[in-house]
């Protein structure tokens, strides 16, 4: 696996550990994790569920203490210096809440009256996370993708640099998934720095640009997302299909243009063909036309459910008798949370 570059880093932490005591036992939330998230961009950070994501986010966020190991952000060491850092890092850690009754706008103004920041920003957030046309309607009229965008417009309220969004596009439906990504990916497109954590790869696949994933509070593979899945790599497949009376010239012109040529069914898998088109020139160019090229890609999936498939979460040493798993509370869902009044969904805003 290609390791991150060194250079800018967003985030870097090293020999990270936190270890949670109960009467129960202990249980290992993060062994030893080496994250870096190079700035800009989108940075997926992937694990299955209590591989230690939460644990990792909220020890950057000063909300809890590492036992172990160092934490920074822009170089800043955390949590001992995260005031100097903390006005330009925006976070989602818990569902946000809002009062369901109030508009985006106001319960924007709200928020931004509370951490001192001008309510000029206000509709600005709110176009950047294109709610616009909605902005005056109430809260609680809202899709749940609209109410996650909401929440990232509240975290961009003091115009932060690294955007650090845990599991955001848990239990919301395939269009609201869609329509955070999209944000998600904006954002980053105008330079500023997205750690986004999954247990559904999925989900920010499409959108990340870098990835680690953790399986058991470590890290288990990290790289760019092409690099991942060998996309661009000379060693890429292309599924070739020509007409059954071609296949036998179409294997050897490929064979002697220095390809490896593999039959599967009707068709053939040429590997270390790097570039699609240049199969496609190679048999034109001896007359054999080509009825299906498909280059074929790795799936991150498969690389991800290899390093974690067989992972269990946490690494847990019990104490006594067998117990049910001691994380914390499961995150409620947007909908089940109405608010009695708004908290900064920027944990790190005040
Ligand atoms: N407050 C807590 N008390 C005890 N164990 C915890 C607590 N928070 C997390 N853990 C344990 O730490 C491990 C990592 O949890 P977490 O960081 O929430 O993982 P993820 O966010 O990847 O699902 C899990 O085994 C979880 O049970
Ligand atoms: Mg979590």
């Not at 210096?81 to 109030?102: N, Q, T, Y």
């Not at 001192?116 to 206000?122: E, F």
């Not at 590997?271 to 160019?285: M, P, S």
């Not at 459910?305 to 499961?330: A, C, D, I, V, Y």
């Amino acid at each position: 696996m290609t390791l991150l570059d060194d250079g800018d880093l967003a985030i870097e932490t090293r020999g990270l550990r936190k270890t949670y005591r109960s009467v129960r036992g202990t249980s290992v939330g993060v062994e030893g994790l080496d994250l870096r998230v190079p700035v800009g961009g989108v940075h997926g950070f992937l694990g299955p569920n209590g591989s230690g994501k939460t644990t990792t986010i909220r020890m950057l966020l000063g909300l809890i203490r590492p036992d172990r190991g160092t934490a920074a952000i822009f170089g800043h060491p955390v949590p001992k210096h995260l005031p100097d850092v903390v006005g330009r890092v925006g976070a989602i850690v818990e569902s946000p809440k809002f009062f369901p009754a109030f508009s985006a706008r106001r319960n924007l103004s709200l928020l931004a009256d509370g951490i001192g920041t001008p309510r000029s920003r206000v509709d600005a957030v709110i176009e950047e996370v294109g709610l616009t046309g909605r902005a005056k309607d109430k809260y609680r009229t809202y899709s749940l993708g609209m109410k996650q965008r909401l929440a990232i417009a509240a975290t961009l309220l003091k115009d932060p640099d690294l955007l650090i969004f845990d599991e955001p596009t848990n239990g919301l439906d395939p269009a609201g998934i869609r329509e955070v990504r999209q944000t998600m990916r904006s954002l980053a497109d105008q330079g500023k720095t997205v750690l986004v954590s999954s247990h559904i790869l999925a989900e920010v696949e499409q959108i990340a640009d870098t990835v680690s994933i953790v399986a058991r509070g470590r890290l288990v593979a990290a790289g760019r997302v092409a690099d991942l899945i060998g996309e661009g790599a000379s060693t890429r497949s292309v599924r070739v299909r020509v007409a059954p009376e071609d296949v036998t010239i179409a294997t050897s012109v490929l064979e002697t243009g220095g390809l490896l040529v593999r039959r599967e069914h009707d068709a053939l898998l040429v590997d270390g063909a790097g570039d699609a088109a240049q199969v496609n020139r190679t048999l034109g160019e001896r007359g054999v036309w080509v009825q299906e090229l498909t280059p074929l890609h790795a799936d991150l999936e498969s690389v991800f459910l290899g390093l974690t498939q067989h992972e269990t979460p946490g690494g847990h040493t019990h104490r006594g008798k067998r117990r049910k798993r001691g994380g914390p509370p499961p995150e409620p869902g947007h909908a089940a949370a109405p608010a009695a009044r708004p908290e900064p969904t920027t944990e790190v805003a005040s």
